[in-house]
């Protein structure tokens, strides 16, 4: 901690900027915050309002500022990047928890996309923990907000974001965002529990090339993400369903069926 405490007297503004997410993860922040015109936490709290819900139960909830140009929206933008979640819940003299818990998700998507990627890059375990919990137990589109968090969540919470991806038929194209990330395999039942192989039926079996490209894009993917037998099961489907066996987008499933040994069936 005392080095990064030391970058935030570095000349870069860009190594002062990532020290200071380092340290909001951890609690700490070392910019002044004197709420004057030229503050950015200040700045930035200007695009949120702050009210209250429930008559019996009285909380805090924070809700984007309505925008009245592209300019504004820009620079919410930026300020969202060069600000940390400890120093914009401070300025509001509330915790990050009862700032993430009192987020309005889905009155703005694009400041919801701005606050996860806040989190992500500067909220402490504990915030990123309960921002993903609350948006996964929400469903449907909220919970695909989770995705940019999905660099620090552990494999569990993971798991159950590509979960309900491949239940949420809808955003079925989001999976393609979890590539290249280390989650826990997924199995046969995934795909068969909700509406995901329906899916992939259906644009397989259609005249519609942009879904076809988009269900290439899918298999990639879940040929990543898929354990040996689910792979060599996808295979035979698609297969079924009029695939080539030598479709490239069927070559993760086969580099990951083949790792079942002899006994695959493929």
Known sequence: MPFLKSLSADRSGKVRELAGRLLARLGEHVRPSDGGPDDPVAELAAFITEGRSGFIRRR?????????????????????????LVEVAERFNTTEAEFIGGWQFGADNKADILIARMVAASGSEAALTQMADM????????????????PRLDSRRKRVLIRLILKETTYLGMINLAEGIDVDRLEWDDLTNGQALAALRSAAGGKDDAARRGLDDVLETIGFLATATTAAKLIDERGAAGVPPAAPSLGLLRLNASLAGPGSNT
Do not use: D, W
């Open 135 to 150: 948006l996964i137990a929400e469903g449907g589109k909220p919970a695909l907000f989770v995705l940019h968090l999905m």
């Open 60 to 84: 805090t909830i924070y809700t984007p500022a309505k925008l009245k140009s592209q300019v504004q929206e820009q620079r919410r933008a930026e300020l969202f990047e060069i600000c940390n």
